[in-house]
């Protein structure tokens, strides 16, 4: 049974795997059966016979499935590959065994890419291989398209992206990674429910889109002939469940913003919030550190690990530094008083950061912190106390004028965390977005709005509490060591084709 070469046209192979099909069904099978019986995964055989030893043969009636991977062609005998998952097994086909019929039915109508179900006996070969010495083959699902690069895998990064799912199938390692980051979630949900917090879910679409400082995407909903938003973050909902007596909350989901796309954003991407009831951001830190180092060790086995070749100890506690502090120390100028004195831009083109007339002066302070300091934050660090300007919804430093309680996690000079002591006071906050609102008026599109029905909640009273976001898909690369966050979202949004 010959493959045809890669020359042959896609659409002539197809036909040709079409021709088949119906050769199958001329014969009363039918090549997408409903269901099979299987006693043992691939990974299971693997476990439970890996200690025959070589030529001997196991007396038990295993059936297992899988897909055609490689098929050699031996005279009246055939080898092939299956592969489930990460699992890979050799099968053994003989004419003798088979009979005459069904063994020449599998070289003229099988292919790789077909999913297979299986019945034999496992056995050892002289060389050493597990292998399935099979008595009964039936086809499951047969393939229609070939596999792509069907000795090296999926190498194409655009195509790996388009098509994960032929990713998936070649490269083990893809399949390893959304593993571990499935490893990763269910630690982070089991930590959670180990301190005691609620998961909930709150809504996607919603009137105002409010939370964070991000331009959102806009929907139509017809039936109520209204304008919706795509949430950019739960926040104001699970603060709202906090006002409902719930005193400890968290959900894990996606959220939506209308931005650039690069290797560290994606307009989608998944955010772990959390909200505690009677604490404030030195208990969000304690609760970071925890949900941080267990996330590791469920990906890696320890706190130790070597990122991009450096050193990496996820072990606590981590660092706590000021941003004033750590502005000073890498600039050698205090730049959140420049910010209040209005001496922010001549600061930033002191400091050769660009700063235009039309930038906001928000962003003018966000980048020199993303050139002066962010690349020296390899250790996980925690950057404490910053300017009230730009955080709308944290409460005042008790003790520092001009600051909120508020920290940022940086590991691996990448934010990973954000998190404040919530602020409660109904009219401070009105104020603040108030403010918001009006800049966004003025031309700022990733300022916050002031949603009457959250400032409504909190004048019936909300708790003292610290509220936490992780970014789930960072903090899965950081992990996992990959510099692209396409590499860990399974369908990353692309540019139509």
């Known amino acids: 049974m010959s493959e045809v070469t890669n020359e042959t046209p896609i659409e002539q192979l197809i036909g040709q795997r079409r021709e088949k099909i119906q050769v199958l ?40 499935t899988g897909r055609l991977m490689t098929i050699r062609e031996m005279g009246k005998a055939s080898f092939a590959t299956i592969s ?93 990674l959304f593993k571990l980051r499935s490893a990763l979630i269910f630690s982070l949900r089991q930590t959670l429910y180990k301190e005691g917090f609620l998961e909930v879910e709150t809504p996607i679409l ?22 919706l938003f795509m949430r950019i973050a739960p926040e104001l909902y699970l603060k709202r469940l906090l006002v409902g007596g719930l005193d400890r909350v968290f959900e894990i989901g996606r959220v939506f913003r209308n931005e650039g796309i690069d290797t560290k954003h994606n307009p989608e991407f998944t955010i772990l919030e959390a909200y505690q009831a009677y604490a404030d951001y030195t208990d969000m830190m304690t609760l970071t550190e925890e949900l941080i180092s267990q996330a590791s060790i469920a990906c890696s086995g320890g706190h130790e690990i070597l990122l991009h070749e450096k050193p990496l100890s996820l072990k606590p506690p981590f660092v706590r530094a000021s941003m004033g502090d750590l ?42 912190f993303d050139m002066k300091v962010k690349p020296h934050l390899w250790q996980p660090t925690f950057i404490i106390d910053y300017p009230v300007e730009i955080s709308p919804l944290a409460k005042k430093h008790r003790s520092i004028p001009g600051l909120v309680e508020r920290f940022e996690l940086y590991i691996a000079g990448d934010e990973v965390a954000n998190a404040y002591s919530e602020l409660n006071d109904p009219d401070d906050q009105r104020q603040r977005l ?64």
């Open 434 to 497: 108030e403010k918001q609102s009006a800049a966004k008026k003025a031309g700022d599109d990733e300022a916050e709005i002031a949603d009457e029905s959250f400032l409504t909640a909190l004048e019936h009273g909300m708790p003292p509490a610290g509220g936490l976001g992780i970014g789930v898909d960072r903090l899965t690369m950081m992990l996992l060591g990959q510099t692209s966050i396409r590499e860990v979202i399974l369908f990353p949004l692309l540019k139509p084709e």
């Open 25 to 64: 069904r001329e014969k009363g099978i039918n090549p997408f059966p409903y269901q099979f019986e299987r006693t043992h995964t691939l990974g299971q055989l693997k476990t439970t016979y890996d200690s025959l030893q070589e030529a001997q043969e196991s007396p038990d009636l295993v059936q297992t």
């Open 206 to 227: 919603q009137a105002q889109a409010g939370g964070a400082a991000a331009r959102p995407f806009q929907t139509f909903h017809n039936a109520l002939e209204s304008n």
């Open 327 to 368: 502005f000073k120390q890498y600039t050698g100028q205090d730049v959140i008083q420049a910010w209040k004195e209005g001496c922010l831009r001549a600061l930033a083109n002191a400091l050769h950061v660009s700063a235009d007339e039309k930038t906001p002066e928000h962003k003018v302070f966000d980048r020199i």
């Open 84 to 176: 489930e998952g990460q699992e890979r097994i050799q099968i053994y086909l003989r004419k003798d065994t088979l009979g005459e019929e069904t063994f020449l039915l599998f070289r003229k109508t099988f292919d790789i890419g077909d999913i297979v179900g299986l019945e034999g006996h496992m056995f050892r070969t002289h060389t050493k291989e597990l292998t399935l010495k099979v008595l009964k083959i039936t086809l499951l699902s047969k393939s229609l398209r070939p596999l792509p690069e069907k000795f090296h895998g999926l190498k194409d990064v655009e195509t790996r992206y388009r098509q994960r799912e032929l990713d998936l199938i070649t490269n083990a390692d893809v399949q390893k």
